[in-house]
């Protein structure tokens, strides 16, 4: 897709009052050096067992070896921590400063970079949760709580200590605190990941811009499929074809950008600041 074709897109945005909306998945994270987890990095040791990511990542695993999985989470921490949020979160962020309310972000990443590059908790739907909150496992009361303090980022091999077992006990009744991710034996609900909520921005999206997932969960194809129902326009921007690329090519005046994100939305972002300008 050429910048004109992308201009008259974006003008017929800003004309007709709709809203943009950017649904971000892994490859976006990629780009700032944090792997999938789903891939051999996701792949954890316990005992004499190896387990995979879609094992560990999951309400019977932490049941079972809480402070497994707790580990393993903080190895993951560690990671997130030491990447930084690259030029493409960069310009998502600086699409919502000047979009305001006509822009929304739903993210599958629990890295907290769309946070940290500047986009606001209101409109960023964490539609997997955050790595660096906490609640309840129990469920005593089901408020979503940063990390407590004292709790940080560890190498791949390091266990966690007494002080941090302490430490990631529910204050009010003792249970674990246990990351407020969704696992792969949970389903989405409106109080922890806002899915309802990401449903109905779908609704009034006049754009979607998908960037970096492949559609391997459920929601967000969902969000695409009603953006598509209602005759919005889809642009996928992924270095892979995709079910997301296919329907992008499929809508109206849509298509699909192979490239990556760190290239490709500074350039969006460049092009709707023309616009706003004029
Ligand atoms: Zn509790």
Partial sequence: ????????????????????????GAGISAESGIPTFRGPEGYWTVGS???QPQQMATREMFKRHPEHVW?????????????????GHAALAEMESLLGSRFALITQNVDNLHLRAGN??????????????VRCFAECRQ????LPKGITGKGRDEKITAAEKELL??????????????????TYNEHYYRAAGALNVARETSLLLVVGTSGATNLPLQVAAQVYAASGIIIDINLEPNPFSRLAEQSALGGFIQQPAAATL??????LKSLLKT
């Fill in 1 to 24: 897709m050429d910048d004109t074709r992308i201009k008259n897109i974006l003008a017929g945005v800003l004309e007709g009052g709709g809203k943009l909306t950017v649904l971000t």
């Fill in 49 to 51: 067992k190896v387990y």
């Fill in 71 to 87: 580990q393993w989470y903080l190895y993951r921490l560690g990671v997130c921590q030491g990447a930084e949020p690259n030029s």
């Fill in 120 to 133: 606001s908790s209101q409109r960023t739907f964490q539609i997997h949760g955050n790595i660096f909150f």
């Fill in 143 to 146: 408020a979503i709580s940063p």
């Fill in 169 to 186: 006990r529910c204050p009010l009744c003792g249970n674990w605190l246990r990351p407020h991710v969704l696992w792969f034996d949970e």
């Fill in 266 to 271: 500074p350039r969006i972002r460049d092009i």
